[in-house]
């Protein structure tokens, strides 16, 4: 099992940035692929962006590719997203996401949920025009 817990969420005006973190905990020796993903009111949860740990291959999303940099400390079991130039549109719950099983790491097309068995519970960000 693998537990994930995300922070740094809040409040920012648009153009601004924020960072938030996944320590993950637990069978993380063999974690081989974290993402998070987020999920607006009255919208389904989507991919933002993933890493694999192993060949460190990323994913972004194409609506913030060049704002939003995923990056994982290994060592410390540790996830990033740095969210720069932060829009409105940017608001959602973000979640933190992660599996260590490879055949499943690999499933279907980067950026999918069904990558992901191990889930947070969830960290907002609200983004003010």
């Known amino acids: 099992e693998v537990q994930l817990v995300e922070s740094g969420g809040g409040s920012v005006q648009a153009g601004g940035s924020l960072g938030l973190s996944c320590a993950a905990s637990?069978?993380?020796?063999?974690?081989?692929?974290m993402g998070w993903f987020r999920q607006a009111p009255g919208k389904k949860r989507g991919g933002v962006a993933t890493?694999?740990?192993?060949?460190?291959?990323?994913y972004y999303a194409d609506s913030v590719k060049g704002r939003f940099t995923i990056s994982k400390v290994n060592a410390k079991n540790i996830l990033y997203l740095q969210m720069s130039s932060l829009k409105p549109e940017d608001t959602a719950m973000y979640y933190c996401?992660?599996?260590?099983?490879?055949?499943?790491?690999?499933?279907?097309?980067?950026?999918?949920?069904?990558?992901?068995?191990?889930w947070g519970q969830g960290t907002q960000v609200t983004v003010s025009s």
């Open positions: 637990g069978f993380t020796s063999n974690i081989y692929c």
């Open positions: 890493i694999n740990t192993g060949s460190g291959s990323t």
């Open positions: 996401a992660a599996d260590y099983r490879v055949e499943r790491c690999l499933r279907g097309r980067p950026g999918e949920e069904r990558r992901f068995g191990y």
